[in-house]
């Protein structure tokens, strides 16, 4: 995780240097956020289920931790989110949705270093990601300039449709 700090925060730190971070910007933990708006972008950007993320929202034994997962607020709206699960010392980043209108901006870094501290607070040692090449480049070049870290490619996902014949 520290190796994950270091190499990080000179982007975080950049970014709020070049004036690019809002005067309204603003971190604040899932527990603190208006859990049917973040069901709705997980929903309409991600494709997560509706029911099953609506009870992971809530913060049960499967759920998204309430106290680590982030919400990035522009003037009070909501403009990303990036969820984690931990147990003991081992982490997972579950999702990250930015809003088109604002990637390639502040919000990624500012989820992803904000993320990494409530991490760090929480005593996990290690964290469980996937970034696909094409979708998600910057974290994928990200991962693999990290020292002692193993990324896996995922190449795909299959979809089968289950649906009898016509």
């Known amino acids: 995780m520290e190796s994950y700090i ?9 970014v709020v240097q070049r004036g ?4 309204g910007a ?9 859990r049917e708006e973040v069901c709705r972008l997980l929903i309409d950007y991600l494709g997560f289920p509706a029911h099953g993320t609506a009870e ?3 913060g049960t034994e499967q759920g998204f931790s309430q106290t680590i997962s982030r919400v990035a607020l522009l003037n009070g709206k909501m403009v ?10 081992m982490g997972m980043i579950e999702g990250t949705v930015v809003l088109p209108e604002h990637r390639h901006s502040w919000v990624a870094p500012a989820l992803k270093y904000h993320i990494m501290h409530a991490l760090i607070d929480q005593n996990v040692k290690w964290v469980q990601f996937s970034a696909s090449e094409i979708q998600h480049r910057d974290t994928a070049n990200f991962g693999r300039r990290l020292p002692k870290t193993r990324v896996v490619k995922i190449v795909g996902t299959a979809v089968l449709d289950l649906r009898r014949p016509q």
Do not use: S
């Not at 990303?80 to 010392?89: E, N, R």
């Open 80 to 89: 990303g989110i990036i969820l984690a699960t931990y147990h003991g010392t």
């Open 20 to 23: 690019r971070m809002p005067a």
């Open 56 to 58: 992971r929202l809530r």
């Open 6 to 14: 270091e190499a990080y925060t000179p982007v975080y730190e950049r």
């Open 26 to 34: 603003k971190m604040i933990p899932l527990q603190d956020a208006n």
